[in-house]
């Protein structure tokens, strides 16, 4: 059992949860967020053709983890690897997206061929952050009747938010994730990027469109402006 700093503890049944790969695995792998009612997940569980490994996500409220125990047995009778991972803050919406995005990138970095998501389960915000990803990821979205137990297909794109910044913008992006603590105006942004100051200039007007990017005035000149990456935008670059 390993603890994480931001209070999400992983809980690995077999294996680490996903070795990386130099090539392509015909592996298919359900992601999910789980409530106290495990028929919430089973669904997906029985109609995903060649699952062969689950990763679900649960509170700590022991009606969680009595459903994860009756979805690890569901699955332990099919012959399905699963893999929970327990949320020590289940409201926490940014840190359970992140996490999240990090097991979607390492799963793609071992050469899982083929994802999807079920986020009929778990609290609102655990739903919202799985949602959030899926719709970052342009991954295949499914959602369960709470009464019918009918599995319904969201209709996401098959689109990658992230691509839709050019190169230049996510390098931009990701330094100012990387040095949020530090004041940025757009010349020093230019310097420390070797990028000329009036292409910053287009790509930060760019950004700010998008809405990822703000431009404050500094409290201690009035002529001066800092840059800023919004908070959450650290989902687009990783």
């Known amino acids: 059992m390993r603890f994480r700093a931001s209070r999400l503890r992983r809980i690995d049944i077999v294996s680490p949860l996903f070795v990386p790969s130099t090539g392509r695995n015909s592996v298919t792998v359900l ?59 289940a409201f ?70 992230a691509e839709r910044l050019s190169p230049k913008q996510r390098a931009i992006l990701a330094y100012l994730v990387a040095h949020r603590e530090k004041e940025t105006n757009e010349t020093g942004l230019a310097r420390a990027l070797g990028i000329h100051k009036s292409t910053m200039n287009h790509h930060i007007r760019q950004l700010v469109a998008k809405g990822v990017v703000e431009v404050v005035p500094i409290p201690r000149d009035a002529r001066a402006h800092s840059v800023r990456a919004v908070p959450g935008s650290e989902l687009l670059v990783g």
């Open 31 to 89: 992601f999910g967020t789980l409530g106290w009612r495990p028929q919430s997940l089973t669904p997906s569980i029985k109609s995903t053709e060649g699952l062969e490994r689950i990763v679900f996500y649960h509170s700590a409220h022991d009606k969680s983890r009595a459903a994860r125990a009756k979805i690890l047995e569901f699955c332990d009778l099919r012959g399905i690897q699963a893999t929970p991972v327990e949320l020590g803050d």
């Open 92 to 161: 926490n919406l940014l840190d359970i997206a992140r996490t999240i995005r990090e097991d979607i990138a390492k799963a793609r970095g071992a050469g899982v061929s083929s994802i999807r998501f079920n986020i009929a389960g778990g609290t609102r915000l655990m739903s919202s952050a799985a949602l959030l990803v899926c719709i970052l990821e342009g991954i295949p979205t499914t959602y369960v009747h709470d009464e019918t137990h009918e599995e319904i297909q969201l209709p996401l794109l098959k689109m990658n938010y």
